[in-house]
């Protein structure tokens, strides 16, 4: 069973950065692609980044493309968000996502951790 914890949200200002951390304690964490999406109030949810099982591949969505970098640590089953310059409308409320896929996919995630707030002030 996957169990994802996120940490690392807060409140920054506009340029700022923050890194967030998504911990699984299931059995199976490195043969899942992992994913951060994010949701702003009222809006739908975003795809922001995955990164596949192994490492190798990674994705991201065009308004963060430049600006955040994913990375995994298989070995503490760790998967990261480093985000860079940010913006206000990064605001919202960051998940983590696991999928046992290969490849880097950006839909139909199987497991969801509870969240963690991002909020960034002008």
């Known amino acids: 069973q996957v169990q994802l914890v996120e940490s690392g949200g807060g409140l920054v200002q506009a340029g700022d950065s923050l890194r967030l951390s998504c911990t699984d304690s299931?059995?199976?964490?490195?043969?899942?692609?992992l994913g951060w999406f994010r949701q702003a109030p009222g809006k739908e949810r975003e795809f922001v980044a995955v990164i596949s099982w192994t490492g190798g591949s990674t994705d991201y969505g065009d308004t963060v493309k430049g600006r955040f970098t994913i990375s995994r640590d298989n070995a503490k089953n760790t998967v990261f968000l480093q985000m860079n310059s940010l913006k206000p409308e990064d605001t919202g409320v960051y998940y983590c996502a696991a999928k046992n896929a290969v490849g880097t996919p950006r839909w139909e995630y199987d497991y969801w951790g509870q969240g963690t707030q991002v909020t960034v002030s002008s």
């Open positions: 299931g059995r199976t964490f490195s043969t899942n692609a």
